[in-house]
């Protein structure tokens, strides 16, 4: 089946810093992106979805200049914190849809921040 | 818009017994419905999947599922669990014709005992 890899799988960082988590398909090209958050023992929360070439959509009440989405390429989409607190700590999840089949999507591994 | 609504939040089974983790849906369109585990700290991976056909759905690790239009419901089946199984489940729905967003339910947590 198509692989989605999600990169770094933890990551750790100081308060005022910011974080880059990187999402790819490695056998597909996906043509759109989707960024979740998920905190323990919960569902997973849609923050947004990316298409290639164009801004992502974001959720009611995600801030777009705190999760910074890029989607430069048909195989890459990049998340980033911006100026992370703790109360960003969370797993974070993407998934992306495969332009052809554009059934189903397939879920990267996931990234736990951790802002101390 | 839809909405899935998981209504056990935890599932105790002894290995080897089946189990039935319980799904609903609504929605005021045709819908694809998933189901996805999720073992601790890695992502979701999918089990099953509904877009059309047979209402019966075979996935992996003897998995399956059955659509009830009628109950708006999507249970999630297996005949004898192992230990392996032990997870949390999710249930997904989306529109139908692909492209469409999923919604997740608040997941059932399986845990297999000996």
């Known amino acids: 089946g198509a692989v989605v890899s999600q990169h770094p799988s933890r990551v750790i960082c100081k308060s005022g810093t910011s974080v880059k988590i990187e999402c790819r398909s490695l056998d597909f090209q996906a043509t759109t992106m989707f960024w979740y958050r998920q905190f323990p023992k919960q569902s997973l929360m849609l923050m947004a979805t990316s298409n290639e070439g164009s801004k992502a959509t974001y959720e009611q009440g995600v801030e777009k200049d705190k999760f910074l989405i890029n989607h430069a390429s048909l195989t890459l989409s990049t998340l980033t914190v911006t100026s992370a607190h703790p109360e960003d700590s969370s797993f974070y999840i993407c998934?992306?849809?495969?332009?052809?089949?554009?059934?189903?999507?397939?879920f990267g591994q996931g990234t736990r921040l951790t802002v101390v | 818009a839809q909405s899935v609504t998981q209504l056990d939040s935890q599932v105790p089974v002894f290995e080897e017994a089946p189990v039935e983790l319980r799904c609903n849906y609504s929605?005021?369109?045709?819908?694809?419905l998933f189901w996805y585990v999720q073992y601790p700290n890695q992502g979701l991976q999918l089990l099953l999947k509904y877009l059309s056909g047979s209402t019966l759905v075979k996935g992996i690790n003897g998995f399956e599922a059955e659509f009830n239009k009628s109950q708006t419901s999507f249970h999630l089946r297996k005949p004898s669990v192992h230990i392996s199984d032990t997870a949390e489940y999710f249930c997904?729905?989306?529109?139908?014709?692909?492209?469409?967003?999923?919604?997740f339910g608040t997941g059932t947590q399986l845990k297999v005992e000996l």
């Open positions: 997904a729905v989306s529109g139908a014709g692909g492209g469409n967003k999923l919604t």
């Open positions: 998934s992306a849809r495969d332009g052809h089949s554009n059934t189903e999507a397939f």
């Open positions: 929605s005021s369109v045709s819908v694809y």
